[in-house]
């Protein structure tokens, strides 16, 4: 168990690029969570995944945001037409729950972007 | 809608002193409840949770008691250590579609230990 990882670390862009993040779950992990979290704030969610299937989108995620997860693995992350409100870090969390109570989710290190 | 509130930081204290974050929620239904933390540098590890009513969940020497009557999950250390020195988030799960559970996270308490 590797645990979840994330690439970029770090991603600075300006203002209109594009820019694409990576999440690898931990291995058999079904479910994959992204949440976006600002400066001295809590994470926010921002979509789900259920194997490749996206089931749930917060109103957070704009139509600039697209996430996808192929083959039900690794998971990306794409802001088009960044904006420096964009600025944030962007979580991923997996897990594999044996019952609804017992959902654990486990993080990854997280990807901070920055849009000057 | 669903949210956590919890006591805004920082809190300081001295090494072995005693240690209290409050978190207050509002939710529909029976969420289960979750204390994060956040070292520096690092990613949110799970630090304890609890599932239902007057559960108690532990881990480090942190304890946290799901009070259904009072919606709360505070947070209690007897005896703090410099390493105990992060930001702490109060959290809980809601279910979403295919059984799914969403967190919604309070704003987080920074905690700093002094030796």
């Known amino acids: 168990d590797t645990g979840v990882s994330q690439d970029p670390r770090h991603k600075i862009t300006k203002r209109g690029q594009n820019v694409t993040f990576r999440c690898d779950p931990i291995?058999?992990?079904?479910?994959l969570y992204w949440y976006r979290q600002t400066l001295g704030q809590g994470p926010e969610f921002l979509t789900y995944f259920q194997n490749e299937a996206q089931l749930e989108k917060s109103r957070l995620l704009s139509d600039r945001f697209s996430a996808e997860r192929p083959k039900g693995s690794f998971s990306t992350l794409e802001i088009q037409r960044t904006e420096q409100g964009d600025s944030a870090m962007y979580l991923c969390?997996?897990?594999?729950?044996?019952?609804?109570?017992?959902?654990?989710?486990?993080f990854g290190p997280g990807t901070r972007l920055l849009v000057l | 809608g669903d949210s956590v509130t919890q006591m805004e930081g920082p809190v300081t204290l001295s090494e072995e002193a005693f240690l209290t974050i409050n978190c207050t929620y509002t939710?529909?239904?029976?969420?289960?409840l979750f204390w994060y933390v956040q070292y520096p540098g690092e990613g949110l590890q799970l630090l304890l949770k609890a599932t239902k009513a007057d559960d108690k969940g532990s881990n480090k020497g942190f304890e946290a008691t799901y009070r259904k009557e009072t919606t709360s999950f505070h947070l209690e250390k007897g005896s703090v250590q410099v390493s105990d020195s992060a930001v702490y988030f109060c959290a809980l799960s809601v279910m979403i579609k295919a059984a799914g559970n969403k967190l919604t996270f309070g704003g987080g308490t920074r905690v700093l230990v002094k030796p």
């Open positions: 969390a997996s897990s594999s729950p044996k019952g609804r109570t017992q959902e654990t989710q486990y």
């Open positions: 291995s058999e992990h079904n479910r």
């Open positions: 939710a529909t239904g029976y969420p289960s």
